[in-house]
């Protein structure tokens, strides 16, 4: 049974939600809130395997009520509810944890099948959020720079591909293998062959190690 917490804060939706989710057998609603605070704190006590959570909500917003679920439950996944599709919200919502997004309007017979494929390990991204992902992601890539110390990697007798880089930087910022799954458009397992690479060249298969390393890579005074 998939054990659901709703959080958004019209009432209809929230309603229409869980009477539509109640009637799968595999699916149980065991509780909503109308905004993100009561939200989070209901997780900790109840522990839902997912929860769907609204973006914009009053007490505290869908976004820092994820972060704060993602701390205490990281076995709960959330999926960003949202009727719109800004990049900002996009890209702060994956960079933050969120498992994907979920537009209002999803015609009600696939809420079920979102639901079920989240739970088996999938990032849902609807296409126009994709887009929107994609858009964001390609302004960062552009006019990121090239940070690395090259005196140093060539002294070592290293070198790293552009994707690889990518995914080192994220590595140090902290994302996740999901997360950086997300932020890259690629599958969880295609990421850890990549970091896998990474750790071989580095001489190490311990991540906090591997991190300690790769940031004495970087140059120094890079912003």
């Known amino acids: ?12 939706l929230r309603e229409g939600l869980q009477t539509l989710l109640n009637l799968e057998p595999d699916m149980e609603v065991i509780g909503v809130s109308d905004n993100g605070q009561d939200a989070w704190e209901a997780v900790k006590i109840h522990r839902p395997d997912l929860v769907l959570m609204d973006i914009k909500m009053p007490v505290l ?22 009727t719109f599709a800004e990049e900002k919200l996009i890209v702060s919502a994956i960079a933050s944890g969120a498992d994907g997004f979920l537009l209002k309007d999803m015609p009600g017979d696939r809420l079920a099948m979102t639901v079920r494929d989240a739970v088996e390990g999938h990032i849902m991204l609807p296409a126009s959020v994709a887009a929107k992902l994609a858009v964001s992601l390609t302004k960062m890539n552009h006019f990121l720079p090239d940070i690395f110390d090259e005196r140093r990697l ?33 599958s969880e397992g295609t990421v850890r062959n990549y970091i896998s690479v990474i750790y071989d060249k580095i001489g190490t298969n311990d991540r906090q190690e591997a991190i300690m390393r790769l940031k004495e890579l970087l140059l120094q005074d890079a912003p």
Do not use: C, H
Request: charged share 30%; proline share 1%; aromatic share 6%.
């Open 1 to 12: 049974m998939i054990r659901i917490w709703i959080a958004d804060d019209q009432t209809l």
């Open 154 to 186: 060539n002294e070592l007798g290293l070198t790293f591909t552009e994707r690889e880089r990518k995914i080192i930087l994220r590595l140090i910022e902290g994302y996740s293998n999901k997360q950086i799954a997300g932020s890259m458009f690629m």
């Open 61 to 82: 917003d869908g976004i820092e009520a994820m972060r704060r679920i993602k701390k205490d439950a990281p076995s709960t996944l959330v999926l960003m509810l949202t």
